[in-house]
């Protein structure tokens, strides 16, 4: 802009001269300089005649270098470009016109952090950073002469820790009914009621707004707020008021009236209440256990469970909860749990009720009952109020997961660690005509709870040496999602791995160590995009098994059995294994039958098929196994192909080659288990050859 200038300056001081060197009878046009011409300018700077304004003494022993002018020109814009690295305070909250939304750079601002990743994209066009989560920031104001300190609560706040300031977004606050008024050096923010929360001061050309974080005091390694009955609210999973004033022998709180929770009032709104008609009162631990399963859950939860089973102990009032991906997982949980805890209590169960389901009601079930003496009560069909333990667990616990994962904003996929967290905290809270918590009257002893943390509370943790390099930091950030099952220990969402591991109850989070073959090298297999049929899902949820003893127990097991044959006689007859002797220090995997059903368009079952397939996928690359590709032709590249045949007129012939995938032949060596239900017939190993 200043060389512009000058050139328009010296071409101003041209025209206003005299000019006594053009030639007589020559169009202007044509006129051309002489050399002698520079002499008769005039410097508009030193007003002297024998040089210009770009050579002139006084401009450059005054004017500012080229790279300062550029300094100065760059450092006008809002962090688009920066010549000289800055140091911004981390306490800053910057005004920005340009940003889409808020952003902050430091964790300890958030309440809480919804693990969503997000790109942000700069002002550069090839410039982008990535957004690890959005949550809610808590900030106060500094105090100055000219405001008051205001406490601030900014909601939708993307984190991004390669940030380099804080940014408000002022687009943001405009969609939210705020206004924004300038006054002298300072820009006021104003909500939509005209009330003053923020207060913005000039400062190197920026819009600053000072702040005093207000850490998170639910971080593992303090807690200063231990006498606040809000946060123990939070930490008992929203527990009822009426059963908070009973926690006092348990914990230090206040007897605050008047306590309301907009979280409850929204997740806990119900009809009302049905009077009980139990008449049965169990006398010992696990003499009456009511059971109940809940689901299917639209939504997978993030270890794939559809399912949850809660079984309460009629005389401790103990919530034990199991998370299944499927109804027949049923029988081996229950049996699972009477062997575990006849054995930890020294009882015997001799009653259990449950509602007339199929996964409760069948011949298995019903017969390993009968043997072990346990005898099966069962509701009043269409009358769930019989079985008012159980459904009344299954309310409590429905509510409380509601009311964490409206807190925490954490996504939906986390249901199950949310009950898992509610079963925890609701076996140390009081019960109903029960003296003492369900886990004093079990175990004797009266349980501590300075562990309990807030669902969904920012978490720090240990990374060990063998799980990372020297130049990577010992601490990350994750998110707690509750209290480990077999251990003493948190569970928390690892954020940069998006995965969910335990880390003990200590103030120092350590995590444990990994070994080599727990690390799993899964390939994602592309799936086809064509929409399926809703009644042929229907049709294939009630028919086909997931597992071997599902086939087994089917109206159908003669036809899978033979389908599980034949795909043995495809094996055998291609000499795709050898039974062998296991080897010393051999990696075994585990194999297991998939099922599937061909039908025809009216939906009759026309064949069934049973393919043998290596399960657990614990292979690990470069050991096992080089390189994996899935050899399926792309669909577009079908039809492409397809349509040329029919612009050319050519035939085209369909040749369908079963069991085409044992044509190939292995690099590596691989032992498998025998497939399930021929451990016998087979042997100990099988080496596979092709």
């Known amino acids: 802009m200043d060389e512009i200038l000058l050139i328009l300056r010296e071409e101003e ?135 008051n300190s205001i406490n601030l609560t900014i909601t939708d706040v993307s984190y991004v820790p390669q940030l380099r300031c804080n940014l408000l977004s002022v687009t943001c606050l405009m969609d939210k009914g705020c206004k924004i008024k300038s006054e002298n050096n300072c820009v006021l923010i104003y909500d939509k009621n005209d009330k003053l929360i923020a207060k913005a001061f000039k400062n190197n050309g920026r819009l600053e707004i ?64 049905h009077h009980s008609i139990d008449i049965y009162q169990s006398s010992q631990i696990l003499e009456l256990l009511h059971a109940d399963l809940c689901g299917p859950i639209n939504i997978e939860s993030h270890g794939g469970a559809k399912y949850f089973m809660v079984i309460v102990d009629d005389f401790s009032g103990m919530y034990f909860t199991y998370f299944l991906k499927n109804k027949y997982e049923v029988f081996n949980i229950f049996s699972q749990f009477k062997a575990k805890y006849e054995n930890l209590t020294d009882k015997r169960i001799k009653k259990i009720r449950t509602d007339n389901g199929l996964e409760f009601v069948n011949e298995q079930i019903d017969t390993y009952l009968a043997n072990s003496g346990i005898f099966h009560e069962k509701t009043i069909p269409y009358n769930s109020e019989s079985n008012g333990k ?67 509370c920012v978490a720090y943790f240990h990374v060990p040496k063998v799980l990372r ?27 940069k791995n998006q995965k969910t591991t335990s880390s003990p109850r200590t103030g120092r ?5 990994l070994e080599l073959n727990d690390v799993q090298n899964q ?6 995009e064509r929409l399926k049929s809703k009644l042929m899902s229907v049709h294939l949820v009630n028919n086909v098994p997931n597992f071997y003893f599902e086939a087994e127990n089917s109206a159908n097991w003669k036809n899978w ?46 064949k069934y098929k049973a393919r043998l397939v290596a399960a657990d996928f614990n292979q690990i690359k470069n050991i096992n196994y080089s390189e994996s590709y899935s050899p399926v032709v792309n669909i577009e590249s079908f039809r492409l192909l397809i349509a040329l045949a029919a612009k050319l007129k050519l035939n085209v012939n369909f040749f369908d080659v079963k069991t085409a995938y044992l044509y190939g032949d292995l690099e590596e060596t691989v032992y498998v288990l025998p497939p399930p239900g021929y451990e016998k017939l087979i042997g100990e190993m099988i080496k596979f050859v092709n």
């Open 13 to 147: 001081a041209t025209l206003n001269l005299p000019i006594k060197t053009r030639m007589d009878g020559i169009n202007e046009a044509f006129y051309c300089k002489r050399k002698n011409e520079k002499q008769t300018r005039l410097c508009y700077i030193c007003r002297k005649s024998n040089h210009l304004a770009k050579d002139c003494y006084y401009r450059n022993k005054n004017s500012p270098s080229t790279s300062q002018r550029n300094n100065s020109s760059r450092n006008g814009h809002v962090f688009t470009a920066s010549h000289r690295e800055e140091k911004l305070c981390d306490n800053i909250l910057i005004l920005d016109s340009g940003a889409s939304c808020h952003m902050a750079k430091e964790s300890m601002w958030f309440k809480n952090i919804s693990p969503e990743v997000m790109d942000i994209y700069l002002a550069d066009k090839n410039s982008k950073m990535v957004s690890q989560g959005t949550g809610n920031v808590s900030a106060k104001t500094v105090s100055t002469k000219h405001c």
């Open 210 to 273: 000072k702040l005093e974080p207000m850490y998170n005091s639910e971080c593992f390694i303090s807690d200063q707020s231990t006498n606040n009955y809000e946060i123990w609210h939070n930490r008992l999973c929203h527990l009822n008021c009426k059963y908070m004033l009973k926690m006092k022998d348990y914990i230090d709180i206040d007897n605050v009236n008047n306590f309301t929770c907009e979280t409850c009032d929204i997740s806990k709104v119900t009809r009302k209440t």
């Open 390 to 456: 159980a459904e009344r667990a299954n309310r409590v616990l429905l509510e409380r997961t509601r009311s964490l994962l409206y807190e925490s904003k954490l996504p939906l996929k986390f249901w199950a660690e949310a009950i898992n967290c509610s079963i925890q905290v609701s076996n140390v809270t009081p019960r109903k005509r029960k003296e003492k918590i369900p886990l004093e009257i079990r175990t004797g002893n009266k349980p501590k709870l300075n562990y309990l943390k807030k669902f969904g």
């Open 469 to 495: 390099n020297k130049f990577e930091v010992p601490g990350r950030r994750g998110i707690m999602l509750g209290y480990a099952r077999e251990r003493r220990g948190y569970r928390i969402y690892d954020i």
């Open 509 to 513: 989070i350590q995590i444990p160590v």
């Open 523 to 528: 390939i994602p297999v592309r799936r086809s």
């Open 561 to 606: 059995k033979l389908a599980m044959e034949n795909e043995l006689d495809s094996l055998d007859k291609h000499k795709v294994w050898e039974i062998v002797q296991k080897p010393a220090k051999s990696k075994l995997i585990k194999t297991k039958w998939v099922y599937s059903l061909k039908q025809d368009d009216a939906g009759k079952n026309i």
